[in-house]
T-cell receptor, first 111, second 114 residues
Framework: EDQVTQSPEALRLQEGESSSLNCSYT??????LFWYRQDPGKGPEFLFT???AGEEKEKERLKATLTKKESFLHITAPKPEDSATYLC????????????FGPGTRLSVLP | DTAVSQTPKYLVTQMGNDKSIKCEQN?????MYWYKQDSKKFLKIMFS???????INETVPNRFSPKSPDKAHLNLHINSLELGDSAVYFC?????????????FGPGTRLTVT
């Protein structure tokens, strides 16, 4: 069965304190790995798509990397507005659009 | 302009009732989805539609039925509501099939069954 786990469950950082979020997955044929940001009371907002091991993508203070078993979301010098829940999702192989989401990491950045 | 919209935002109803949630996207996307986010915040895909054809049905009870009158709309009908149906339901859309297409989510509909 395709599974996605994320760690830590929650993370509190001081403004400017860099850290990383982890997404581990077991899927039958990875077609893509996605990172989303979700603010309270809102729908997930797309951040990145990664397709193959070794791939990296950056957007402002965020950088996503991918290996064969996990992905990391690195946050450099975070600001309070980066506070949100970060969701990892994988699209597994096979017929159709089989998306599996992880439980998310709740990030709080304190001023 | 809102890309993916849902109505209503909140829905409170009693067990046994039938209700619908509407979703519209103005992005010109070919594929639309329904997700359920339970109290533990897990997002689980329920359905996806591509060009008005069902692509996935992830072991969802047949009390749930998606209906797509056209490419821009995917409504969710729920019959005989149960307490366990209480959750936040998200609609999403993507440009098409394939791994390169990210999904755009609506704001969610919080369904409470009493």
């Amino acid at each position: 069965e395709d599974q996605v786990t994320q760690s830590p469950e929650a993370l509190r950082l001081q403004e400017g304190e860099s850290s990383s979020l982890n997404c581990s997955y077991t899927v039958s044929g990875l077609r893509g790995l996605f990172w989303y940001r979700q603010d309270p009371g809102k729908g997930p907002e797309f951040l990145f798509t990664l397709y193959s091991a070794g791939e990296e993508k950056e957007k402002e203070r965020l950088k996503a990397t991918l290996t064969k078993k996990e992905s990391f979301l690195h946050i450099t010098a975070p600001k309070p507005e980066d506070s949100a829940t970060y969701l990892c999702a994988v699209q597994a192989g096979g017929y159709g659009q089989n998306f599996v989401f992880g439980p998310g990491t709740r990030l709080s950045v304190l001023p | 302009d809102t890309a993916v919209s849902q109505t209503p935002k909140y829905l409170v109803t009693q067990m046994g009732n039938d209700k619908s949630i509407k979703c519209e996207q103005n992005l010109g996307h070919d594929t639309m989805y329904w997700y359920k986010q339970d109290s533990k915040k897990f997002l689980k895909i329920m359905f996806s539609y591509n060009n008005k054809e069902l692509i996935i049905n992830e072991t969802v009870p047949n009390r749930f039925s998606p209906k797509s009158p056209d490419k821009a709309h995917l409504n969710l009908h729920i019959n005989s509501l149960e307490l366990g149906d209480s959750a936040v339901y998200f609609c999403a859309s993507s440009q098409g099939l394939g791994m390169s297409y990210e999904q755009y989510f609506g704001p969610g509909t919080r369904l409470t069954v009493t």
